[in-house]
């Protein structure tokens, strides 16, 4: 979009316009970079000191703020919404694909649906169901018989492995790897015999997914990932995990099998979490969590010891790897005063 007027963005946004609506504003910036032609946000008051020099052409704000600035302003109850509206109509990002590749290899029984664009040297197998206005971008790989449902895009080299489901308007980011192989072995004697992975993935709609992420196929039943997910970068989500409607998932996080997390839940980066539990709805796990256990009731949990100076880190090492021997010369001294009756 070449611009917009800041009428018609007022009007888009459904925000109150204070100030010039001709001008016309062509992208979005931080508010410290900001200038003729473009629209920056103040999310948190505490900032709001920031606002005297500012330099954009108008500024998504807050009610309580719009005193502290002078200039053309759009007043919404939530400016970083805002922010994300106004970027997605300004959004310069080129398209995953356009038309149909040439070097495209395209199974002659796959279904492609209209305004579909391929990239180079993508694969789509026999069998494959590709919805409206997809777009595949180059090396990627479908395999047989998985659906893309409308208006989803893949980022080049995304694979998606045989009889997935993704749904419509999802995104998938480069080289994430979509129905491979559950980590699923039987041991005989020392020998591993692999447990072939007869289930698949179910995707819903409106999923988005960052880059080379792996979500494994399930063993007999479906790993399943219900609609307004987003997973970040660099996750494993294993066979048979099944993620609830809305949640988010930060970057490096690692879902064991078989873990069940539920609606509106918020796991952040590098949480680990153990197989065969379930975590309720609206549980928040902060960075770096472990979770072994289920969790019942929604809420904010923690885990780890945050970073310290070496030297303390250290000290609190050496005292944590003797807890056991405190405890139990504590439990001693509390079993002595019972006896004296104290």
Known sequence: MAGITLAELADKLGAELRGDGTVVIES???????????????SSSKYRKHLAECQASAV????GDAEYFAGNALIMADPYLGYALVAQLLDTTPAAATDIAPTACIAEDAIIGEGVAIGHNAVIESGVQIGDNVQIGAGCFIGKNAVIGAGTKLWANVTIYHRVVLGEKCL????????????????????????????????????????????????????????????DNQMQIAHNVQIGYGTAMA??????GSTKIGKYCIIGGASVLNGHIEIADGVTITGMGMVMRSIEEKGMYSSGIPLQPNREWR??????????????RLKSVEKMLADKGE
């Not at 080379?212 to 609609?227: H, K, N, P, Q």
């Not at 970057?251 to 064991?256: D, F, K, Q, R, S």
């Not at 050496?318 to 405890?327: F, G, L």
């Open 28 to 42: 979005i910036a931080g508010m410290a970079q900001a200038g003729e032609g473009q629209i920056t946000f103040l």
């Open 60 to 63: 998504m704000l807050k009610a």
């Open 172 to 231: 998938v980011q480069s080289s994430t790897v979509i129905g491979a192989d559950g980590f699923g072995y039987a041991n005989d004697k020392g020998e591993w015999v692999k447990i072939p992975q007869l289930g698949s993935v179910r995707i819903g709609n409106r999923v988005e997914i960052g880059a080379c992420t792996t979500i494994d196929r399930g063993a007999l039943d479906d790993t399943i990932i219900e609609d307004n997910v987003i997973i």
């Open 251 to 256: 970057g490096g996080t690692i879902v064991a």
């Open 315 to 328: 000290k609190t090492a050496a005292r944590t790897m003797k807890i056991d021997e405190m405890n139990k």
